[in-house]
């Protein structure tokens, strides 16, 4: 048995000089890689930092966005916010778009996404197909939609003729009952693909043999889809799910295209007022306000995907 060699004075203080040394270069790394960081932080600061902090600040003012004659009014242009009819409906209705595309949406792109995960050959112009709205802009898309919408002549009531509802002729788009649903018709047209390209990624990344033991075992298509599909698929739904419900909340382009918030205030949402009422009515202050409430909301249903994505393993 050989008994262990202690190390030599000067072979310690060589060790010691080296951890000297690597904590040294750690340090000057430490420096160097925030001055890698310091121009896109200081252009991140410029740009969104600082007006997002002057738009928090000026939602409590009752500046008009030209003069220098300003005032603090406190909570005024929140309360008032909830206190007037149009805030209020376009309150709900921003509500009723987020709620109505991410259902349908969300739907729609797995039905489709599963559909086109099986072995049919057109599969790949399929999804080129289904995806190709997303990259069209969205007020291109709703110029489109105004005329398939139009009373009479338009093909979707020429549709609703064909199919033998030749008494039907409803206007889309200037009825009041009816415009939301219209509109919403359209983002979940245009953004169905976006959801069925994240499933498509998802259901790629589920193991064959799994499905594969699964029906071995007896498990038909909907048990297979519910038990072993569904679970594995968490992480994709939770996705969609949040991202279309930001971008229903943040809905503007097809709603100010197409109606310009009408008939009658009725199809306004929270993005089209904070544009209406900062640069039409000039009451910049209370633009920030409504601004602020939308932003609240959104970094909410942020904060509860990312805790989603948290719970399901997504983001780990």
Not at 81 to 104: M, P, R, W
Not at 213 to 233: E, H, K, N, S, T
């Amino acid at each position: 048995m050989t008994a262990a060699t202690e190390p030599s004075p000067a072979e310690t203080g060589r060790t010691v000089r080296e951890s000297a040394a690597r904590r040294n270069a750690r340090r000057t790394g430490s420096r160097f890689i925030w001055l890698f960081i310091l121009p896109a932080a200081v252009f991140y600061g410029f740009v969104v930092l600082i007006p997002s902090f002057q738009g928090v600040f000026f939602s409590f003012t009752n500046w008009n966005g030209l003069s220098s004659d300003w005032s603090f009014v406190g909570i005024d242009n929140f309360t008032r916010l909830f206190e007037d009819a149009v805030s209020v409906k376009a309150i709900g209705n921003t509500f009723l778009y987020a709620i109505l595309s991410t259902v349908f949406e969300n739907i729609l792109g797995l039905l489709v996404a599963l559909a086109l995960h099986s072995r049919i050959k057109s599969r790949n112009v399929l999804r080129v197909l289904f995806f190709m709205p997303v990259v069209l802009l969205s007020v291109v898309i709703a110029y489109l939609w105004q005329y398939l919408f139009q009373v009479n002549n338009g093909a979707i009531t020429q549709l609703l003729h064909a199919i033998g509802l030749h008494d039907a002729n409803p206007n889309w788009l200037g009825d009041p009952n009816l415009v939301v649903y219209s509109i919403s018709i359209i983002v979940i047209w245009q953004f169905t693909g976006y959801t069925m390209v994240i499933y498509l990624a998802g259901l790629q990344g589920i193991p064959p043999e799994q499905l594969e033991a699964a029906a071995i075992d007896g498990a038909g298509p909907i048990a297979r889809f519910w038990y072993v599909v569904r679970p594995l698929l968490a992480p994709a739904i939770t996705v969609n799910i949040m991202l279309s419900l930001i971008r229903g909340f943040m809905i503007f382009d097809q709603v100010w295209v197409t109606t310009g918030g009408g008939p009658a205030d009725s199809s306004h949402s929270l993005s089209t007022l904070v544009y209406r009422t900062a640069f039409q009515f000039g009451e910049l202050g209370r633009g920030a306000a409504i601004a602020l409430v939308l932003a609240v909301i959104v970094g909410i249903l942020g904060f509860f995907q990312y805790r989603g994505l948290l719970r399901s393993g997504g983001a780990r």
